[in-house]
């Protein structure tokens, strides 16, 4: 009945989302900007933590190095955005605020996931807050 943490709503494999991340937002890192090559191993980054509600779909998913990836842990991804900043990192907040806005308009469209909205909404706020204060 409860699907693996490799099975998706949408029927696509883990392997199969992650591969759909890297072509739409390129083969780089969210938080760092590094090329996935070698040794920096591409992951699937959930953009609201699967402990905070997010579901295994693609719109919640972006590519990140398993360096960024891990260090994360349960940070909601606005507050990973500004620590990896401030450790000289060179995170993408455009790619991870088309990311947010994608999965906002997913749950527009098809519903549910009731328990995310107010963390989206909170989360591109603070987005927004952060550009405007044009430091970076
Ligand atoms: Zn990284």
């Known amino acids: 009945m409860n699907g693996s943490a490799a099975s998706s709503a949408d029927g696509w494999s883990a392997a199969e989302r992650l591969a759909a991340a890297i072509e739409r937002d390129g083969p780089y890192c969210v938080w ?3 090329e996935f090559t070698g040794l920096v191993r591409a992951t699937r980054e959930h953009l609201v ?5 997010g579901p295994s779909v693609l ?6 190095c398993s360096r ?4 994360r842990g349960h940070r909601s991804p606005v507050q990973w955005l500004d620590e990896v900043a401030a ?3 060179e995170p993408r907040p455009d790619v991870l605020a088309a990311g947010l806005r ?7 469209e098809r519903g549910g996931h009731r328990r995310i909205r107010d963390y989206l909404r909170t ?9 405007s204060a044009a430091h970076g």
């Open 123 to 131: 989360e591109l706020r603070k987005l927004e807050r952060r550009g």
């Open 68 to 71: 960024c990836n891990r260090e």
């Open 59 to 64: 719109e919640n998913e972006l590519a990140a």
């Open 32 to 34: 760092c900007s590094r």
């Open 87 to 89: 450790r000289g990192r």
């Open 102 to 108: 994608r999965l906002q308009r997913r749950i527009d």
């Open 49 to 53: 933590p699967r402990v905070k509600g």
